[in-house]
């Protein structure tokens, strides 16, 4: 650009002797030309003025785009020396074409740094009219020749210059670029490593602690287990020493009272009353069936007591406030009344998943039903075979809903859910399951979970209760009979 400048400026400056001095015509490319170059004069002259002022630095870059960068990579280059290198070459070689006071050193220096400066500053601007009054000195004395080869020289030079800072920035990023890469690796590596190490450590405590509770739930199970049959035992031998004390009384008592009958049938056949002895013998087999209907009386006691004994510790294990599972007590009890066909019928009624898994207390489906009344809520507004926009659609809504609370009226998806939770307010888990099971299509296929557990914990605790009537049936039915006798 600067070449194309001189030489337009050369072609002007020579003398025309066959033609009178011609009138400039206004040409769009030369001047568009003499903007860009004055534009580049004055922002390099600014970035020149910016390193000697530091006032004028701070203005320069804080109103600039760009600026600060630019600011800083001539920095660079000047304290590489870069700038003082290619002055000496410049001058150099241009004291080989010319010589002549206007074009020192220092004019050539600050000819090169003019095409980054800027004028806005009025130092700058007079640079760069001294810099335009040194051109219109060479073209007006006829020195372009000699001038121009100078100035095209130094144009070279700085482009040079620009290509080689260029590459050494871009082999300076590489390098950098580089550097990161292999450290970004050999984090990676030590990332990699901890988290294998992490990961190892984190199975090993996981597989020790579910041994170790494995192993306290073994503990667990059988201390409970020898418990319960210690006490089962010790229960029945009580129960069993008290029958027999009971039967040892009787028989004591019977045989006083068989034997005060005989002395007296003695004396009564002393007296001559032989006829009595068939009502003796008669007393004697009646002797003998009530001493039978203890010995059975005896062992439905022993049967009621084990059933009394197996239902509370059942039900304090359903009772509790976790899952807890029951599936020993439930195969204690098939075991212990096999030829029972109502307890039978009754134990049948339980599956074995639920007593294995454990059933859910009232306190944990009512804190489980705060998470499934959101999610009905949810969907309550969900068509039975709604897609993606509707569920979307239910779920904004349902936040500008009401909350119904209380006993309140209605088949809507609000009202049986403030129903349901009013009865397990007052733990009314069987009425609060039947209004829950009310709901249709999404809201149902959602609550269907709990309401299968509020059902196996109602179907474990009516068999429980069924239980608990039989053994008191059973006991009122051989007290009677005992009584009646």
Same mark, same amino acid.
């Given at each position: 650009?600067?070449?194309?400048?001189?030489a337009s400026?050369e072609?002007?400056?020579k003398?025309t002797?066959?033609?009178?001095?011609?009138?400039r015509?206004?040409k769009l490319?030369? &001047?568009?030309?003499?903007?860009? $170059?004055?534009?580049?004069?004055? @922002?390099?002259?600014?970035? #020149?003025y910016?390193?000697? !002022?530091?006032k004028?630095?701070d203005?320069?870059? %804080?109103? *600039? #785009?760009?600026a600060?960068?630019?600011?800083?990579? =001539?920095?660079?280059?000047?304290?590489?020396?870069v &700038? #003082?290198d290619?002055k000496?070459?410049?001058?150099?070689i241009g004291?080989?074409?010319?010589?002549? +006071?206007?074009?020192?050193?220092?004019?050539?220096s600050?000819?090169? *740094?003019?095409?980054?400066?800027?004028?806005?500053n +009025?130092?700058?601007?007079?640079?760069?009219?001294?810099?335009?009054?040194?051109?219109n000195?060479m073209v007006?004395?006829?020195?372009?020749?000699?001038?121009g080869k100078? $100035?095209?020289?130094?144009?070279?030079?700085?482009?040079?210059?620009s290509?080689?800072?260029?590459?050494?920035?871009?082999d %300076?990023?590489?390098?950098?670029?580089?550097? $990161?890469?292999e450290?970004?690796?050999? @984090?990676?590596q030590?990332?990699?490593?901890?988290?294998?190490?992490m990961?190892?450590?984190?199975?090993?405590?996981e597989?020790?602690l579910k041994?170790?509770? !494995?192993? /306290?739930?073994r503990?667990?199970?059988?201390?409970h287990?020898?418990?319960?049959?210690? /006490?089962?035992s010790r229960?029945?031998?009580?129960?069993?020493?008290?029958?027999?004390?009971e039967l040892v009384?009787?028989?004591?008592d019977?045989?006083?009272?068989?034997v005060?009958d005989v002395? *007296?049938?003695v004396e009564?056949?002393?007296?001559?009353?032989?006829?009595?002895?068939?009502?003796?013998?008669?007393?004697?087999?009646?002797?003998?069936?009530?001493? *039978?209907?203890?010995?059975?009386?005896?062992?439905?006691?022993?049967?009621?007591?084990?059933?009394?004994c197996?239902l509370?510790?059942?039900?304090?294990?359903v009772?509790?406030?976790?899952?807890?599972?029951?599936?020993?007590?439930?195969?204690?009890?098939?075991r212990?009344?096999s030829?029972?066909?109502?307890?039978?019928?009754?134990?049948?009624?339980?599956?074995d998943?639920?007593?294995?898994n454990?059933?859910?207390s =009232?306190?944990?489906?009512?804190k489980?039903f705060?998470?499934?009344?959101e999610e009905?809520?949810?969907?309550?507004?969900?068509?039975e075979?709604?897609?993606v926009?509707?569920?979307?659609?239910?779920?904004? $809504?349902?936040?500008?809903l009401?909350?119904k609370?209380?006993?309140?009226?209605?088949?809507?998806? %609000?009202?049986?859910?403030?129903?349901?939770? @009013? #009865?397990?307010?007052?733990n009314?888990?069987d009425?609060?399951?039947? %209004?829950?099971?009310?709901?249709?299509g999404? +809201?149902k296929?959602?609550?269907?979970?709990?309401?299968?557990?509020?059902?196996?914990?109602?179907?474990?605790?009516?068999?429980i209760e =069924?239980c608990?009537l039989l053994?008191?049936i059973?006991?009122? &039915?051989?007290?009677?009979?005992?009584?009646?006798?």
């Amino acid at each position: 650009m600067r070449k194309q400048r001189f030489a337009s400026n050369e072609t002007a400056a020579k003398p025309t002797s066959t033609t009178p001095t011609q009138k400039r015509k206004f040409k769009l490319g030369k &001047f568009l030309f003499s903007i860009t $170059l004055l534009s580049g004069l004055a @922002y390099g002259g600014a970035v #020149y003025y910016s390193l000697k !002022d530091d006032k004028f630095r701070d203005n320069f870059t %804080e109103n *600039i #785009y760009g600026a600060k960068q630019v600011v800083d990579y =001539v920095e660079d280059l000047q304290r590489q020396g870069v &700038f #003082y290198d290619m002055k000496k070459k410049v001058w150099r070689i241009g004291s080989k074409y010319i010589n002549l +006071p206007e074009l020192s050193e220092d004019n050539i220096s600050s000819d090169k *740094i003019s095409e980054f400066t800027s004028k806005e500053n +009025p130092i700058i601007r007079k640079l760069s009219d001294t810099i335009r009054e040194l051109d219109n000195f060479m073209v007006n004395h006829d020195l372009k020749h000699a001038g121009g080869k100078i $100035l095209s020289r130094a144009r070279d030079e700085l482009r040079n210059l620009s290509n080689n800072i260029d590459q050494l920035k871009a082999d %300076e990023q590489d390098l950098c670029q580089k550097k $990161l890469e292999e450290q970004n690796e050999k @984090y990676n590596q030590i990332i990699d490593k901890y988290e294998n190490s992490m990961d190892q450590q984190i199975k090993d405590k996981e597989f020790a602690l579910k041994q170790q509770f !494995d192993q /306290e739930k073994r503990e667990l199970y059988e201390q409970h287990y020898t418990q319960l049959n210690a /006490e089962l035992s010790r229960q029945a031998s009580e129960h069993d020493k008290e029958l027999k004390n009971e039967l040892v009384r009787q028989a004591v008592d019977m045989q006083r009272r068989w034997v005060r009958d005989v002395m *007296i049938m003695v004396e009564k056949e002393r007296n001559g009353r032989l006829a009595k002895l068939d009502y003796i013998n008669k007393r004697l087999k009646t002797l003998e069936r009530f001493c *039978i209907d203890n010995t059975e009386n005896l062992d439905a006691s022993i049967k009621v007591h084990r059933l009394w004994c197996a239902l509370k510790s059942l039900q304090n294990i359903v009772e509790q406030p976790h899952r807890t599972p029951f599936i020993e007590q439930i195969v204690a009890m098939r075991r212990y009344f096999s030829t029972d066909e109502v307890v039978s019928a009754v134990l049948s009624t339980i599956d074995d998943s639920v007593a294995i898994n454990g059933i859910d207390s =009232v306190s944990d489906l009512s804190k489980r039903f705060n998470t499934v009344r959101e999610e009905v809520r949810r969907a309550s507004l969900v068509p039975e075979n709604g897609g993606v926009f509707s569920h979307l659609l239910s779920f904004v $809504l349902s936040k500008i809903l009401f909350r119904k609370h209380g006993l309140v009226d209605g088949n809507d998806v %609000e009202a049986i859910l403030a129903r349901v939770q @009013y #009865y397990l307010n007052k733990n009314d888990l069987d009425t609060a399951a039947r %209004e829950l099971n009310q709901l249709e299509g999404w +809201p149902k296929k959602l609550a269907n979970d709990w309401i299968i557990s509020a059902r196996n914990h109602l179907e474990v605790k009516q068999a429980i209760e =069924v239980c608990f009537l039989l053994c008191f049936i059973l006991f009122y &039915f051989y007290l009677n009979l005992i009584l009646n006798r």
